[in-house]
């Protein structure tokens, strides 16, 4: 039955972090409209930090997010370290870098089990599957609630980590910790098979649906590249990280308070899809093999492979942190004060920070005056490099689906904005026009 | 008959809401009390008869006022949680800059995405009958207000500040390190965590009620720290409690 | 401080020649001693470790962790005795069982502890003995060894060689002297010595020399304190009572206080604590906890009516400065501070510090020409019988009649069907489980058999829950406490009652009473009063009261709203006592009321002749524990919910906080 009219006016969609709504209008059988538009209110934070201190900006940016908190934080520190020319020591790396696993995990873990997986099997929440389905959701927690005592133990908390600071850490676990978190780790890999089965069993209720895109992440000859690496994209390849506006390209639209991003085509996609197109052969091993049960390999232009990317990264960001572990106590791990605050010296200059967040390359660009203060600041958010990609995917998928009912349609759209696990209000930034 | 428990969100980053989620198997227990009948980032599911809103965020806009008023007509109890909902948080940082000077380059058609003005709690905007405060909520004290409003009595807040729990803890004052804390003049019920972590109290939590604030800031000053920056660390959170409007 | 000797002997049972055996262990075997005690897994081991570029008490795991060159510590070892925070006991709703927190009995031994701190813990041990014992504290006191070490390094904060508390001869098991690549151990208990002999190697006798040196040790400790007193210390209780009223000395000490209250909760002889109901969240288990509080914090004095009776920071600041120097020293005979100097090193506008302000206050003195000498020392008499009850008896609401808008009462019968056993004028603390407990004055007599009353205006979490409770709903009971009216005392004697407000509730144990054994007592006139005509509680009673011929009643209201029927008197409760005539002599005023009614009050009857010891009044303050140890009800030296609430005007006129 092809519906020659379609309405969809999903406001505010649901199981996602910030506001989105979704426009659509077909008049005999020609689409007219099709939007994904964000009202958010922008919240200014690249004002706000000029005038504040080195001291203080990874406090402040933290705050733009509370899901990809350590993101944000990682990725200040970074831009501030890189403006005064500050290192970290190698154990230092390596913490945060288990820093960064645990967040992918905590964040993966709860878009694949609360706001994918209702859709998955039918329902409006993770809520109802509590009685329906006790032991997938219990596993979901267990899940969820490791990847956040990880990020408990080595940040302080998930939200808003404390113990990142300029320099390194207030304060770092002991090895007998450390050892205990990497049991953890080890008794969540049995719980991840389940859940890759789980997903298996009901990936068909993922759209087959593809739309040839750009992708663009970090990358690096070591490892999976999340805390350090270059630019690549799969159009044009690498690209040092302070050149990164020349890939990100932010513009107004009017019908978005979110900025929008493009490169070489109209739009590029970031995400863990876009990492595993571009990293692959990096993943671990158990993540490699859960991959091929899917069959996502490079280069998939499949959007809603975005959430199976994540379970693979999942795999990978648990087995890695073992590794990182098992580096951490093979080298010793150095004591250091309680209270620690690393002497910096302060300077002027303008760093790039960038790290991979959940759910895509993130870019943190400070300027400081000789004082530290920060006199000029740039945010780029991996959501405002989608939001032109997840637009332009709708516009390809609407007539793809004319033959389904509003229902079917109005929830496949809202699937493919899901698929992205977007973070609005921290793509709502901040919003300057400048007068062109 | 379990009450009805409905999420909101304004302008924030969602924290707040997510340590709700990171009740884990909590969750789940809570549950047993309340039913859950709006909570747009985890269900799809919407109703407007709920007894208890939950309001996350700041007021940022005038268009963010009706639906605040809409909330409140709604619910039998309204409650702020994070400091963006209860003080207006890291967003009244902003309100010491000039809101032309954002506005300066807006033209035509462009305008509209300026509606803006002081970042506000949603207490300048609405009655609210209890807070969470903090940035983000502590989860024992979310549970524990949940569980105050269940048995039908005032949350227990309290009064004093933030160096009570420093030193139940027996942390190493942040002045005795060479650092500078806002702690003093801060409200408790954190149990002094970023102190715990090995930093200082940033003041999230907000002002006491009976803030001396001129004894700490000269305790500031005394310690090291310019007069511009003792003033400059009072600005990060309470910029709506010291008027800034 | 000789009494501290004896109690000493009392607790430990050591004899004299084990204290006169010093002993003496190198540093390697001292180490090796340590070691086995942590390696004992039945042992809990603390030492003092670095924090920060600080000291703390904390557990061992090795000797190397041990500091004790150290100067001072953050906290002091009180918080092993009296924890931070402390479950008294669990309570399940569903089943309406209760049970008590099951007690720590690991055997503890505490290694570091300085002379100051140990005799700090005597203070402690005689606060929590006083009356009753708390059995919490007792418990962990009682299983813990401590082994001191004479100060090495002094904080320069320290005036413990002032307060006589930089060297002690006991309270300790062990003793340690650093001398160079030894350490002197004196014994001082059966269990050191016999803790020295299960765990240590290699320890011989002190010789002479050692001896010698370890005295010359402890008489350089005297000399290394920074701070210094301009007037011998035992001046310090009357300096505190002379300069009580000088509120501008205070204003301009207290002005930078920021309320955080550091100068309390690091101090080794603060005890003050709150106490509160934590449900789980399955809303059917409760825990009733207690955690430390401070008197400097701004709510520390306020109760459920929102009044705080020291609202103001001059006036907490000054209780702290009477409690430690006159209050204690009045009630137990010591000056309540060792010297230790936490108070002043955490205070950062630095006003804490006892040295600057009693020197202060002595050279104030001397430019007011005033004459202080040491006070006498004060006749103490601590008795000790039994424990402290902290768990409520259950009971069931059997009869709930509501009075007014506000007030109603309840009638509660003990589930185990005993007599409450109160004296009229006592106040017995009820549990809402879950919310938390509330001191009430029980407002029946105790010859009314079976049953107890209640009167409970709802103004706080515990009475707002109450007044939804139901008849056959459970409630907690503790008590009775408080002193209570003493009615043999008063019989034969004549009596006026005032009663203002709710003040009737706690005024009618003790009325009814005298009308149960009317003959026993005088002439009798109740004289009642209140806001509004449909404030009036217990109406039918009070109308029947009007028509006994051998009782004088009278009532009156402030005023009278239109839609209010009222035939009575208009006007304060002052109106009505020149309506009664009574011979001064023989007068016994018994009032209770609202804070501000007292004043008036008192002063008609002092217009009328009546002497001060004849005037006896009931006062109401924040009382959590009951039993006078968490300071809530503190007036001056007096616990209102032990001492009172039923005071003779005489005793307490002279005290400003009181009325």
């Not at chain 3, 008795?383 to 609401?397: F, K, M």
């Not at chain 3, 109603?408 to 004296?423: R, V």
Request: hydrophobic content about 35%; some cysteine; glycine content about 8%.
């Amino acid at each position: 039955m092809k519906n020659d009219n379609v309405d969809i006016d999903v406001h505010h969609v649901t199981r996602v972090e910030g506001h989105g709504n979704i426009y659509v209008n077909v008049k005999k059988g020609i689409v007219e409209r099709c939007e994904w538009n964000v009202p958010e209110a922008p919240r200014f934070f690249e004002a706000m930090v000029v005038g504040r201190q080195w001291s203080e900006l990874h406090h402040i940016t933290s705050r733009i997010c509370g899901i990809c908190s350590i993101g944000h934080t990682l990725a200040s520190l970074k831009a501030t370290e890189s403006a005064m020319g500050i290192s970290i020591s190698e154990q230092d790396l390596k913490l945060r870098k288990l820093a960064l696993h645990g967040e992918n995990l905590q964040s993966h873990v709860l878009h694949l089990g609360f706001l994918v997986l209702p859709d998955l099997l039918g329902v409006g929440s993770v809520i109802p599957l509590a009685s329906s389905n006790p032991e997938e959701v219990k596993t979901v927690f267990r899940l969820h609630r490791t990847a956040n005592e990880m990020s408990n133990l080595i940040c302080g908390r998930t939200t808003h980590p404390q113990r990142l600071i300029p320099g390194g850490f207030s304060k770092i676990p002991s090895i007998k910790e450390l050892k205990d978190l990497r049991k953890k780790m080890q008794d969540a890999i049995p719980d991840l098979q389940a859940v890759a089965k789980l997903f298996k069993s009901l990936a068909s209720k993922l759209p087959d649906f593809t739309r040839e895109t750009e992708f663009i992440a970090l990358t690096s000859p070591d490892e999976y590249a999340l805390y350090d690496g270059q630019l690549a994209s799969t159009d044009t390849g690498k690209t040092p990280v302070n050149e990164y506006l020349s890939f990100t390209n932010e513009y107004i639209v009017p019908t978005s308070t979110a900025k929008w991003a493009k490169h070489v085509r109209d739009s590029y996609m970031v995400g863990a899809l876009a990492r595993l197109n571009i990293n692959y052969d990096k993943l671990s091993p158990l993540a490699k093999q859960v991959a091929e049960m899917f069959g996502l390999k490079p280069v998939c232009h499949n959007p809603f492979m975005n959430n199976i990317a994540q379970l693979v990264e999942v795999v990978h960001s648990v087995e890695d942190s073992i590794r990182l572990i098992n580096e951490l106590e093979n080298a010793g791990l150095q004591p250091q004060p309680d209270y620690n605050k690393p002497d910096i010296k302060v300077k002027a200059g303008r760093g790039v920070g960038a790290v991979e967040v959940p759910r895509g390359i993130l870019f943190h660009d400070y300027t400081y005056n000789a004082k530290g203060i920060c006199t000029k600041a740039n945010c780029v958010i991996p959501t405002n490099q989608n939001h032109a990609n997840i637009e332009l995917d709708m516009k390809a998928l609407v007539p793809k689906l004319l033959d389904k009912t509003q229902k079917e349609i109005e929830l496949s759209l809202e699937m493919l904005v899901r698929a992205y696990d977007p973070c609005i209000s921290c793509s709502t930034h901040y919003v300057k026009v400048n007068f062109v | 008959m379990k009450p009805k428990v409905a999420f909101f969100d304004f302008a924030g980053c969602e924290g707040d809401q997510l340590q709700v989620a990171n009740l884990e198997e909590e969750l789940l227990t809570l549950l047993g009390q309340v039913e859950v009948v709006s909570f747009r980032e985890v269900m799809k599911e919407h109703s407007d008869n709920y007894d208890i809103a939950f309001i996350e965020g700041s007021c940022t806009r005038l268009q963010d006022e009706d639906r605040l008023k809409q909330i409140r007509k709604n619910a039998k109890i309204v409650v702020a949680i994070g400091s963006c909902a209860t003080i207006g948080g890291i967003n009244s940082l902003r309100n010491y800059k000039e809101l032309d000077e954002v506005r300066r380059t807006v033209y035509g058609e462009n305008a509209k995405l300026f509606d803006t003005y002081a970042a506000r709690p949603i207490d300048a905007v609405i009655t609210v009958d209890a807070y969470v405060h903090g940035c983000p909520i502590d989860r024992d004290e979310f549970l524990q207000v949940v569980k105050s409003l269940l048995l039908g009595k005032r949350p227990d807040i309290p009064t004093y500040p933030v160096c009570v729990e420093c030193k139940k803890n027996e942390n190493v004052c942040a002045f005795e390190r060479g650092q500078y804390c806002v702690g003093t003049v801060t409200r408790a019920g954190c149990n002094s965590c970023c102190v715990n972590q090995g930093t200082i109290c940033w003041g999230c939590r907000g002002l006491v009620d009976n803030p001396n604030e001129n004894s700490h800031k000269e305790v500031l000053i005394k310690f090291g720290l310019t007069v511009d920056d003792a003033i400059g660390k009072f600005k990060l959170y309470f910029g709506w409690q010291e008027g800034k409007r | 401080m000789g009494t501290y000797a004896l109690l000493w002997q009392d607790i430990c049972g050591f004899k004299s020649e084990v204290r006169r055996k010093m002993k003496i262990l190198s540093k390697e075997d001292f180490s090796e001693f340590v070691n086995s005690l942590v390696n004992d897994e039945s042992l809990n081991v603390i030492g003092v470790k670095s924090k920060g570029n600080k000291f703390a008490f904390g557990p061992l795991e090795s000797a190397n962790e041990l500091r004790l060159d150290y100067d001072v510590t953050l906290l002091p070892p009180k918080k092993y005795f009296f924890p931070q925070r402390e479950t008294l006991f669990t309570y399940s709703l569903a089943n309406g069982q209760s049970a008590k927190n099951p007690a720590e009995t690991k055997a503890t031994v505490i290694i570091g502890v300085h002379p100051y701190d140990i005799v700090a813990l005597f203070h402690m041990d005689e606060i929590f003995r006083e009356t009753k014992s708390d059995p919490y504290y007792f418990e962990k006191r009682n299983s813990t060894v401590i082994i001191g070490v004479n100060i090495q390094k002094m904080s320069k904060w320290n005036f413990s060689p002032f307060m006589g508390c930089a060297t002690v001869d006991y309270g300790y098991d062990l003793m340690l002297t650093d001398l160079g690549n030894r350490y002197a151990i004196s014994v001082g208990s059966q269990k050191g010595g016999e803790l020295l002999a299960k765990y240590a190697k290699n320890v011989t006798s002190a010789l002479t020399r050692d001896i010698t040196l370890v005295g010359q040790k402890k008489r350089e400790i005297v000399n290394m304190s920074n701070q210094k007193f301009d007037f011998p210390t035992d001046l310090i209780p009357e300096l505190l009572k002379k300069t009580y009223g000088e509120s501008g000395f205070w204003e301009e000490h207290s002005e930078k206080c920021l309320a955080c209250g550091s100068c309390v909760l690091v101090c080794p002889t603060c005890y003050c604590f709150d106490v509160k109901d934590n449900p789980d969240l399955s809303m059917e288990n409760v825990e009733r906890i207690r955690t430390w509080d401070g008197c400097l914090l701004e709510d520390f004095a306020k109760i459920a009516s929102g009044e705080n009776f020291r609202p103001t920071r001059p006036t907490r600041y000054r209780h702290r400065y009477f409690k430690k120097g006159k209050y204690l020293f009045d009630r137990f005979g010591f000056i309540s501070c060792v010297g230790c100097g936490r108070c002043s090193s955490n205070c950062l506008p630095n006003i804490a510090n006892p040295v600057d302000l009693f020197n202060d206050m002595y050279h104030e003195s001397l430019n007011m020409g005033l004459h202080v000498a040491a006070a006498a020392t004060p006749e103490v008499n601590i008795q000790s019988e039994g424990n402290i009850d902290y768990v409520p008896r259950l009971a069931t609401i059997v009869r709930k009649e509501q009075m007014t808008a506000n007030e109603t009462l309840f009638e509660i019968k003990l589930d185990d069907s005993s007599e409450l056993g109160h004296k009229p004028g006592q106040f017995a603390e009820i549990s809402v489980f879950g919310i938390g407990e509330a001191p009430i004055s029980i407002s029946s007599p105790p010859t009314k058999k079976g049953t107890f009353e209640i009167c409970v205006r709802k103004l706080g979490n515990v009475t707002n829950k109450l007044h939804t409770l139901k008849v056959g709903d459970k409630v907690g009971v503790r008590g009775p406490f408080g002193n209570g009216f003493d009615t043999d005392a008063l019989k034969g004697k004549d009596l006026l009652f005032v009663a203002g407000g709710l003040g009737i509730a706690p005024l009618r144990s003790l009325f009814n009473y005298v009308l149960d054994n009317r003959k026993d007592y005088g002439h009798v006139v109740l004289l009642y009063g209140c806001k509004e005509p449909r404030e009036l509680l217990f109406s039918e009673e009070m109308q029947a009261v009007s028509r006994r011929p051998d009782v004088d009643f009278k009532s009156t209201v402030n005023w009278c709203p239109d839609n209010e029927a009222w035939g009575g008197n208009i006007g304060v409760i002052t109106t009505l006592i020149p309506q009664v005539s009574f011979d001064p002599d023989k007068i016994y005023a018994i009032v209770c009321g609202p804070p501000v009614m007292y004043k008036y009050v008192i002063a008609d009857l002092k217009g009328r002749k009546v002497p001060d010891d004849h005037i006896i009044v009931s006062l109401e303050r924040r009382m959590k524990c009951g039993v006078g140890k968490c300071g809530h009800c503190q007036i001056n030296e007096i616990y209102v919910c032990k001492d009172g609430p039923v005071f003779n005007y005489s005793k307490i006129k002279g005290i400003p906080e009181a009325l």
